[in-house]
């Protein structure tokens, strides 16, 4: 088994930043076979949306509302992703989830607040 572990959330103004961190931990061999990490968020009432993943070859994708303000990063090891959110908004408040993907398996963490007041 993964077990991810989210830290770095809170509450921030506009226009602030935050950085999210994950950590993955557990079965050393699941942990070198994870292809993909990423981040996702869900709003209260809203379904859970993608905001960001990395590959193991570093290939990123992000979420429209958020390119150009979010970057995503993973450690050398490979067992930790970042997410450097910056010019936060109101709208980007929200649970948000890490996640960790073995082909067709996907581990999620128990998720971090983040909080951005107007």
């Known amino acids: 088994q993964v077990q991810l572990v989210e830290s770095g959330g809170g509450l921030v103004q506009a226009g602030g930043s935050l950085r999210l961190s994950c950590v993955a931990s557990?079965?050393?061999?699941?942990?070198?076979?994870?292809?993909?990490m990423g981040w996702y968020r869900q709003a209260p009432g809203k379904q859970r949306d993608l905001v960001a993943t990395t590959t193991r070859d570093d290939t990123t994708t992000y979420a429209d509302s958020v390119k150009g303000r979010f970057t995503i990063s993973r450690s050398s090891a490979k067992n930790t992703v970042y997410l450097q959110m910056n010019s936060l908004k109101p709208e980007d408040t929200a649970v948000y989830y890490c996640n960790a993907g073995i082909i067709d398996t996907n581990y999620w963490g128990q998720g971090t607040q983040v909080t951005v007041s107007s």
């Open positions: 557990g079965s050393i061999f699941r942990i070198n076979r994870i292809n993909r």
